[in-house]
């Protein structure tokens, strides 16, 4: 694989290079000055598919109930991150987020909170067409669906579960229920992936759905990722040339992880995210936590934050947005994959929440 660029931010800002504490107030910012407005919130490190990148067969030794936060703890700390760190976006992930029963109940608090964010889901699309009505009537704006092919059988050994058609029939619903623009993720398989993403951007313009291409990144948990094995953005890009005509989308790309394209002239788009082979760590705005109570300042942090152990001993908001805050100020300059001396992170990507 070539590695393009490393995507690491230079030091810039009022408060950048400082060794000393996180700022009291203020947006919710690191040494190297990016500033987190996107929350991603794991609810559950539980699923009921098992794609081959993320989760061995036999699934993970699922956390304790009890560790995990109730849908009043969530709230309370989304309130903290919108009204006092300046959060404006917040994605519901996992594990799989249709698998929480208070989702629902999650989303309504936030849609609730002042200024109210901007919602999204991240999900495997199973069960969807049962809850989009109600996703939407909670105050969720919009959903991302993965999915890696419309070949039944590739979707079998990919996610080894035959499920493809509850998550096609899940996608139309989330358009129906107004959850759009509705976007799909997909991770290709280093084989079938060539095929698989032409039939699955025709399968997204053709209903209006937004293809996301992401590359495979070294977060499974059975640390199976190979380099060598990982279609590039660069490749992805040369396989969609073969068959649609791709122009750069002239939109201020922003901090979004995605380089779109319109296909054939548009309206429809295709994006790449290439996060291992072009990092976009110095346009990062993102903060994490995970089901169980814990600040990730980044997917491959090695080092969290327990809000958990706070929230349960009484603390006041003061005590966890100065923790917060300092959890981020401490956020590396990049992933760091491409280094020689890279390790995966202890948690995989299920239960950090992607
Ligand atoms: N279960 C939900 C789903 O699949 O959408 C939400 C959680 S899943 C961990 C979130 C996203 O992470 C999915 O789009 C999935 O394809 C992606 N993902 C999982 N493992 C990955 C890996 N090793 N590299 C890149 N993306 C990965
Ligand atoms: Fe489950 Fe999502 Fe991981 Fe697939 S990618 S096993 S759907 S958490």
Redesign the pocket.
């Known amino acids: 694989m070539t590695v393009i660029g490393l995507g690491v931010p230079s030091i810039r800002g009022p408060a950048a290079g400082s060794s000393g504490p996180a700022p009291v107030t203020g947006p919710l910012i690191d040494t190297f000055g990016r500033v987190a407005t996107d929350l991603r919130v794991s609810l559950t490190d539980r699923?009921n598919l098992r794609?081959t990148?993320?989760m061995p067969a036999e699934g993970l030794d699922w956390m304790p109930r009890s560790e995990m936060l109730s849908a009043d703890e969530l709230v309370r700390l989304l309130r903290i991150a919108v009204t006092r760190l300046g959060i404006t976006t917040v994605r519901f992930?996992?594990?799989?987020?249709l698998l929480v029963p208070h989702l629902e109940d999650v989303v309504a608090g936030t849609a609730a909170l002042r200024p109210r964010p901007e919602m999204a889901v991240?999900?495997?699309g199973l069960g969807l067409a049962r809850r989009a009505e109600s996703l939407a009537a909670a105050g969720l704006n919009r959903v991302?669906v993965?999915l890696d092919t419309v070949d039944a059988a590739h979707f079998a050994a990919i996610t080894r579960r035959d499920r493809l058609d509850d998550v096609v029939v899940g996608l139309a619903a989330a358009q129906r229920a107004g959850l759009g623009p509705v976007k799909v993720?997909a991770?290709l398989d280093p084989v079938t992936g060539r095929d698989d993403v032409v039939a699955l951007l025709t399968f997204c313009l053709e209903h209006d759905y937004q293809l996301r291409v992401?590359?495979?990144?070294p977060?499974?948990a059975g640390h199976q990722?190979r380099r060598g094995e990982v279609l590039t953005g660069a490749e992805i890009l040369e396989i969609l040339r073969g068959h649609f005509t791709l122009t750069a989308d002239p939109a201020p790309r922003g901090s979004a992880p995605a380089e779109v394209w319109r296909v054939n002239g548009g309206p429809g788009t295709v994006g790449v995210i290439a996060s291992v082979s072009q990092a976009f760590c110095a346009a990062c705005d993102r903060s994490r936590l995970t089901a169980d109570g814990q600040v990730r300042n980044c997917l491959f942090a090695r080092d969290e934050t327990d809000l958990r152990v706070l929230l349960r001993s009484g603390a006041d908001d003061d005590a966890i947005e100065s923790t917060w805050r300092s959890a981020m100020w401490s956020k590396a300059a990049g992933h760091g994959i491409n280094d020689p001396g890279f390790v995966q992170p202890a948690r995989p990507?299920?239960s950090i929440?992607?």
């Open positions: 699923c794609c990148y993320c992930t996992g594990g799989e987020p991240t999900t495997n991302n993965s993720n991770v992401i590359e495979q990144m977060l499974d990722w990507m299920s929440g992607g």
